[in-house]
């Protein structure tokens, strides 16, 4: 969210925002993968060697989830966070007396990405240096630190490297003799794709959900559809209030653990 204000910020007052990947770097998830390969075995792993001196030793390799293009995540996230500001504004010169709480999406850079994230973030896989690899302290990972120059692979670093077989455990919601590469949501979409209540949901979204940058004629809604959630919250909660306290009582979910909250 910080950042997401920053670039707000930067827009208001007309400067230049912080587009860097490190203004991102230690928000992002990522994992360290190591390989013990033997000097015998370089032509399975030629492609993730980080040197053309290595004679055999771990190979590592970092993915990580980061922005595929900070510049268009910027653009989509301001005309996005504008376009709800503009909306409310307009909403509320139509109707002064109107005592709504309805906040548009997206009011924080977190919200957005609730929605966008897929299409703007991307995992990319980036080499490390075998000679930092480092052990935990005391349960704690030592990741070392990628250079802000350091390229990420075009390609699959594991490619060739890694077989996985699966066994199907739904039995009954799969076909046994179904083409290999073809999944069986593949064929209950295409089953139901004629149907005309698809039909009918993939106009909505498309075209009419009012979640999906709003227009001052969308407010109404939205504003039922919040008022509607919260107090179906309110219903849930007194509902399972009983069961919820019976549940704290034995000690679940434990002491490191969050507390059950349902909505």
Not at 141 to 165: R, S, T, V
């Amino acid at each position: 969210n910080k950042i997401g204000d920053s670039w707000i910020k930067s827009d208001s007052k007309k400067t230049s925002p912080d587009l860097s990947i490190e203004s991102w770097r230690k928000y992002l998830p990522s994992i360290d993968v190591w390989i013990k390969a033997e000097n015998k075995e370089i032509y399975y792993v030629s492609h993730i060697l980080p040197t053309l001196d290595w004679t055999g030793s771990s190979l590592g390799i970092r993915l990580r989830l980061e922005p595929k293009n900070i510049e268009e995540l910027y653009k989509d996230y301001l005309a996005s966070f504008k376009a709800a500001i503009e909306t409310m504004k307009t909403s509320k010169k139509q109707k002064e007396t109107s005592k709504s709480t309805l906040e548009l999406w997206p009011r924080t850079m977190r919200e957005f990405l609730d929605k966008r994230l897929n299409t703007h973030f991307i995992v990319r896989s980036y080499i490390l240096d075998p000679t930092k690899c480092k052990l935990p302290e005391i349960g704690v990972a030592q990741p070392q630190e990628l250079p802000a120059d350091n390229p990420y692979l075009d390609e699959d670093p594991f490619k060739g490297l890694i077989k996985i077989d699966t066994i199907d455990a739904q039995r009954g919601f799969s076909d046994p003799n179904k083409n290999p590469g073809f999944s069986d949501s593949d064929g209950q979409n295409k089953k139901e794709h004629g149907k005309l209540s698809v039909q009918f949901r993939s106009y909505f979204d498309k075209h009419l959900d009012p979640s999906e940058l709003p227009d001052a004629s969308d407010i109404e809604a939205l504003q039922a559809i919040e008022d509607a959630q919260l107090l179906f919250d309110k219903k849930l909660h007194k509902g399972f209030k009983a069961a919820l306290v019976e549940l704290e009582r034995l000690g679940y979910p434990g002491f490191t653990d969050p507390k059950i909250t349902i909505s």
